[in-house]
């Protein structure tokens, strides 16, 4: 599975938008980009993923640069409770059989009033 | 309700003594993970498993060992092998086609 590369901290205000970078410039043209958070002493919450064309859900949106070597995660309106660990990971598609996430540190982002 | 169940929350162990970690799930799920994680780091993998009686190591299965006897249970057992098993220990499952998702985690501690 490809690395990736993300800041260690970054900071937000409250309401504003969240744009947290990723780097994964080695990823494979099957391989897709996952992003997750954790909330101290949590387990990973899912937060989204794609493979090339920008998504969107209710929690975040996903911009995929066109030569898929970085991405970034929003959150377009920022609250307390997204104080978190990021996680972007590239792995193999879901249905891959043995499809497998490899974590690195994240990113603490920490919104602030 | 449906969900990822990691019991207890919190466990001990003396030095020596074998200690199992219990994840059930009742999404229907077909794989079963389980990472280890130690302060200030991300998770990393020990254990999973795709289908019911069959299981891969991870990166770091040394000291640990899995059961699949059943679709919804995958319990994790620490043996007196893993030198270093104070963490935080999360178990994850997912359907054939969706990403995993994560229980709430099992702390673990040496007495």
Known sequence: DAKTTQPTSMDCAEGRAANLPCN?????????????????????QY????????????????????DRKSSTLILPHA?????????????S???????RLTFGEGTQLTVNP | DGGITQSPKYLFRKEGQNVTL???????????YWYRQDPGQGLRLIYYSQIVNDFQKGDIAEGYS??????????????????NPTAFYLCASRPFNQPQHF????RLSIL
């Open chain 1, 24 to 44: 994964h410039s080695t990823i494979s043209g099957n391989e897709y980009v996952y992003w997750y958070r954790q909330i101290h002493s949590q387990g990973p």
């Open chain 1, 47 to 66: 937060i989204i993923h794609g493979l090339k064309n920008n998504e969107t859900n209710e929690m975040a949106s996903l911009i995929i640069t066109e």
């Open chain 1, 79 to 91: 609250t307390l409770r997204d104080t978190a660990v990021y996680y972007c990971i590239v792995s």
């Open chain 1, 93 to 99: 598609a879901p249905e891959t059989s043995g499809s």
């Open chain 2, 22 to 32: 219990s994840c059930e799930q009742n999404l229907n799920h077909d794989a079963m």
């Open chain 2, 66 to 83: 899995v059961s699949r006897e059943k679709k919804e249970s995958f319990p994790l057992t620490v043996t007196s092998a893993q030198k």
């Open chain 2, 103 to 106: 229980g709430d985690g099992t």
